[in-house]
């Protein structure tokens, strides 16, 4: 079975501060693994995508994610942050896409606040 | 523009009552899925469907019920069977390329 793990419910950073929000994952086949985000009372869009391509995965906004196969893990990560960027992320793994639709599973969230 | 529409978007029900929660897209997608969000809790399956008249229970299938007559639409029934209903409800198709596509979700409270 597959499952993720994000270390820390609640991050916070000042503005214009290294944003880094920590998600370690657990598969038993190669994965497909997702960052999405969620603004309050919204639905959820995706910010990046690793689907097995290269390991450093750039995202919008000014996201970016390395996968790390050794350390099973899949940190977001965005240099200078903004206040736009408070807003709850969520880490997904899914099998690759051999599987077919397999669902994804969620990690249980981190919310980001940025601090002026 | 394509995507998906949950309606409605805020929904009261007393308890015992059944609900109906919709879910409509356009983008010809053959996989649809149903999420419940809690604070704290990320987000857990409830039930999806990879194709039409087809559908498999999540982690959290009890207490819900689905159909899949069309591919544009996944509709969730919140049974009275349902313990713990008070929930944000998500609806998602998924791309060709893995990723999910969520609508803008359903936010129902038992009064």
């Known amino acids: 079975a597959q499952s993720v793990t994000q270390l820390g419910s609640h991050v916070s950073v000042s503005e214009g501060a290294l944003v880094l929000l920590r998600c370690n994952y657990s598969s038993s086949v190669p994965p497909y693994l997702f960052w999405y985000v969620q603004y309050p009372n919204q639905g959820l869009q995706l910010l990046l995508k690793?689907?097995?391509?290269?390991?450093l995965v750039k995202g919008i906004n000014g996201f970016e994610a390395e996968f790390k196969k050794s350390e099973t893990s899949f940190h977001l990560t965005k240099p200078s942050a903004h206040m736009s960027d408070a807003a709850e992320y969520f880490c997904a793994v899914s099998d690759g896409m051999g599987s077919g639709n397999t669902p994804l599973v969620f990690g249980k969230g981190t919310r980001l606040s940025v601090i002026a | 523009d394509g995507g998906i529409t949950q309606s409605p978007k805020y929904l009261f029900r007393k308890e015992g009552q059944n609900v109906t929660l919709s879910c409509e897209q356009n983008l010809n997608h053959d996989a649809m899925y149903w999420y419940r969000q809690d604070p704290g809790q990320g987000l857990r399956l409830i039930y999806y469907s990879q194709i039409v008249n087809d559908f498999q229970k999540g982690d959290i299938a009890e207490g819900y019920s689905v159909s899949r007559e069309k591919k544009e639409s996944f509709p969730l029934t919140v049974t009275s069977a349902q313990k713990n209903p008070t929930a944000f409800y998500l609806c998602?198709?998924?791309?060709?390329?893995?990723?999910?596509?969520f609508g803008e979700g359903s936010r129902l409270t038992v009064l």
């Open positions: 998602a198709s998924r791309l060709l390329s893995g990723e999910l596509f």
């Open positions: 690793y689907t097995s391509a290269a390991t």
